[in-house]
Structure formats: C-alpha cells, structure tokens
C-alpha cells in the first residue's frame, strides 16, 4: 500500500509530525486491528495447548467432556 505522506518540520527542519489522508489513515487502523485479533488468537491459542500439555502430565483426576459441559 503506497500511502501519500507529508511531513511537518520545525524552524530548524526537523521533523515534527507526519500526515496522511484519512483514507489511508482508516485503512491503517483496521489493517492494525486485524493483526491485534490474529495476534490475540494466536496467544490464547498456545496458552490453550499448554494447558492441555499440563492437563496430560497432571497425575490430578481428569474431567470428562461430560462433566465439564455440565458445570456450564
């Protein structure tokens, strides 16, 4: 994506802020917002593995399905 960027300097010439059009600013944010759930998914989904790892070698009694879906 070619985003038309405009830069704001100081008296000295430095830098001070970047602009762009809302457009590209729009697609930015939702661009960032997928990355963020792709990224959110990704943790709890290693989190959920490393339960189930720890659930597998746990001498502690298991709780079937069953019983799980019966709490709920």
């Known amino acids: 994506m070619k985003i038309a960027l405009q830069y704001v300097n100081d008296g000295h010439g430095k830098v001070q802020a970047v602009q762009l059009p809302i ?3 729009e697609k930015i944010m939702n661009r960032l917002k997928k990355y963020e ?15 189930v790892a720890a659930l597998r070698n746990s001498k502690k009694p298991k709780q079937s ?8």
């Open 37 to 51: 759930q792709s990224l959110k998914l990704k943790s709890e989904l290693k989190e959920a593995f490393e339960q």
């Open 65 to 72: 399905l069953n019983e799980f879906l019966n709490e709920l």
């Open 23 to 25: 457009n590209d600013w």
